[in-house]
Structure formats: structure tokens, C-alpha cells
């Protein structure tokens, strides 16, 4: 009917089925940044944070996420993951989250590194929210996946 993988012939919402393709190696990397005060920025970089290590808990909240992604966004697979990775590093004004999740199979992991860095960027929120209310989630978008039908892609740098 319309052409969109997520529809059947009348329209209706279906899961792709995937049965039918290869294996392959797949990786997808997110990225993120949530500004905040400077007094929040020096908290969290001095590790003096009241509720405890907002790094540690944003990257295993994140790695926790990305398991859950197939339960979570609907018509999603649920996938076996080989690895996910969760960076945070600390800017002029924000906290950057880099997600990267990978695996062996039939279908991509860009939701799933979506879900990482969302879910790592929420934690820091929660974290540091007593020092900040006014943080902002900003800039949440893919930066590159590899493997698949579709092959290799990089986010255009020139669009920032």
C-alpha cells in the first residue's frame, strides 16, 4: 500500500520481518549533550555530585537501556547485543554522551545507541538535578552506522 517497512499491504502496523537476511557485523554510534549551570558542570566534574558517581550511573544506565530497547520502542526487534559502550565527557557548559552498540545479526543497532545515550543523558539529569533544574537534553542524533543491506553511514559534520 504505501511502501513503509512497518506496514502491511492494508496499512496496518507490523514488525519487519528479517528472517531472511545476513548476519553481519553492525555497530551504531549516538550522541548527545545536556547543558547546565556552571556550579552543576563542577560538581560533576569534581565527582562531588550529593547523590554519588553521575559518570558511572549515566553509562550503566545506558548500557541497561539498550538491552530494553525491543521492549521499549514499539515494533522494534529485540536483539542480542555483543557490546555497548557509553562515554560521557565533560564540556565548556554540558556533559557530551557518546553511545556505541554493536552486534552480529540480521538487523541494525542505531536504536539501540539512541536509547543508550537518551537514557545515559536522563540519568544525568536525575543525578544532578538538586544542583540544576534548567539542564537541557540537546543535539541527540546519530553519528554513524556500519554493516547491513544499506552499507556504512556517517552524519553529514557539515550540518553540525
Known amino acids: 500500500m504505501t511502501g513503509l517497512t512497518h506496514l502491511d499491504e492494508s496499512g496496518s502496523a507490523r514488525m ?3 528472517g531472511h537476511k545476513a548476519e553481519t557485523a553492525r555497530t551504531a554510534t549516538a550522541t ?3 547543558t547546565m549551570n556552571p556550579g552543576a558542570i563542577a560538581a560533576i566534574r569534581d565527582d562531588a555530585v550529593p547523590k554519588g558517581d553521575v559518570f558511572a550511573a549515566a553509562r ?3 548500557i541497561m537501556a539498550a538491552k530494553q530497547t525491543g521492549s ?3 515494533l522494534c526487534h529485540p536483539l542480542s547485543l555483543d557490546s555497548v ?3 560521557c565527557t ?3 557548559n554540558a556533559v557530551r554522551v557518546t553511545a ?3 552486534l552480529t545479526g540480521k538487523t541494525g543497532v542505531e536504536m539501540e545507541a539512541m536509547v543508550a545515550c537518551n537514557v545515559a543523558l536522563l540519568t544525568i539529569y536525575d543525578m544532578a538535578k538538586a544542583l540544576d533544574k534548567g539542564m537541557v537534553i540537546q543535539e541527540v542524533r546519530l553519528l554513524s552506522k556500519t554493516g547491513g543491506k544499506s552499507g556504512d553511514w556517517r552524519a553529514d559534520e557539515a550540518r553540525g
Open 16 to 18: 519487519v520481518d528479517v
Open 32 to 34: 548527545g549533550r545536556i
Open 60 to 62: 550503566i544506565a545506558g
Open 72 to 74: 521499549l520502542i514499539p
Open 85 to 87: 559502550r557509553v562515554d
Open 90 to 92: 565533560v564540556e565548556d
Open 100 to 102: 556505541t552498540a554493536s
